[in-house]
């Protein structure tokens, strides 16, 4: 049996995480912007080449790169055509040469040959002084290895979850009784299971500007504008959806276009299936609906996230709004949103449209409703 769920805003959780658990919570948040390939074609200058591909150990190695075909990066390394197999109407493939982050450089088809070596430095070696090492190159190297660390503590916090999970689901499991219980709104009428008008009311302030309608519905030259509306306006309205914005708009919006947005007071995490892979058969759906359940309790009790709302869609997945959290942990979140079964492509994006209560899902014609929900927060304009 699933342990008594916290009392409403208690911040207690019945069971304290484990100190295995903690290292979900232990790993920093981390960047996820990828750092962009330098590509170089013979029309770059040989500046442009220093500035952005050699490090200063490849460039006391003496090799002048603006001699060498076709020249790309890979990791911390220099690939080219080998100069000296080239002459010999060799490396077809022009990648032969290597020009190490130590300095080093050889040929992969002569690996061993000094003879051959000290033909490619006679072929485009430089002699001379040593080319300093410009302070945009240093500066290049100081963030690329930033965001190496980065990744890796994606990595680790990815392996850790994964880890983890199943001991998460188990220990944090939700019974459906347990949900319902638990709800500051008793679910036990239309109006909160089904009404979305309800549903926006509950969720955002009276003055709040809140789009509603199809997921087409924006822009087109102001064709939609209809579709943004005040609190009170849509309590107005016949037919309110299917879809709606976790975010509040400008007055007089005419797109959803994120610069739009005045404030971002939810995030919503969309519960599909874990690891990516979407459930079929009946019973995959149940295990998921379960597993989702436990981990929203987790995120809500374990990590001390708010929770708003959640929704079940209809098909196959849970939408769980929570009051956004600061920026870095919803970047940390990210990194483990697909293990956790969650779609990262809608985390930090509130202009993206999801599901409201009361409509039919197109593919299973099952109403989408609410299994739990916040109190109706306060009717008095709240400054936006």
């Not at 290049?140 to 660390?149: F, K, L, S, Y």
């Amino acid at each position: 049996m699933s342990p008594s769920p916290v009392v409403c805003g208690s911040g207690i959780s019945p069971n304290p995480l484990s100190h295995e658990e903690l290292l979900l919570q232990a790993v920093p948040s981390v960047s996820l912007v990828p750092s962009q390939p330098f590509r170089w074609d013979k029309r770059d200058s040989w500046d442009a080449l220093n500035k952005n591909i050699l490090t200063p150990a490849v460039r006391e190695s003496y090799l002048d790169l603006s001699l060498l075909e076709h020249v790309r990066r890979r990791g911390d390394d220099v690939i080219s055509a080998c100069p000296a197999c080239r002459e010999a109407e060799k490396d077809s493939d022009r990648d032969n040469l290597r020009v190490f982050a130590s300095g080093a450089f050889n040929c992969i088809a002569h690996p061993k040959d000094r003879e051959h070596n000290r033909r490619i430095f006679e072929l485009v070696g430089v002699r001379g002084e040593k080319i300093q090492e410009p302070i945009e190159n240093r500066n290049w190297r100081e963030r690329r290895a930033r965001e190496r660390q980065k990744e890796r503590d994606v990595e680790s916090l990815q392996e850790t979850a994964k880890r983890h999970r199943a001991k998460i689901i188990s220990r944090w499991e939700w019974d459906r009784a347990d949900v319902w219980e638990s709800s500051p709104q008793r679910i036990d009428c239309d109006l909160v299971e089904f009404d979305p008008r309800w549903f926006i009311a509950s969720l955002f302030p009276v003055n709040a500007t809140v789009w509603a309608g199809e997921v087409h519905e924006s822009g087109q030259q102001g064709l939609y504008g209809s579709r943004w509306k005040s609190v009170p306006e849509w309590q107005n309205e016949q037919q309110v959806g299917p879809m709606i914005t976790p975010a509040i708009w400008k007055t007089g919006t005419l797109s959803r276009a994120a610069g739009n947005i005045v404030a971002s007071p939810y995030v919503v995490l969309d519960f599909d299936g874990l690891d990516g892979r979407k459930p079929k058969t009946a019973d995959e759906i149940e295990a998921h609906l379960r597993a989702s359940l436990a981990l929203i309790r987790w995120i809500r009790e374990g990590l001390h996230w708010e929770l708003a709302t959640i929704l079940f869609t209809g098909s196959v997945s849970l939408h769980a709004w929570f009051h956004s959290p600061p920026p870095d942990v919803l970047e940390s979140l990210k990194a483990t949103a697909t293990t956790l079964g969650v779609d990262a492509g809608l985390i930090g994006h509130p202009e993206h449209p999801c599901r409201l209560p009361g409509h039919r899902h197109v593919k299973t014609g099952k109403l989408s409703r609410v299994l739990w929900l916040q109190s109706p927060i306060s009717h008095q304009p709240q400054h936006l």
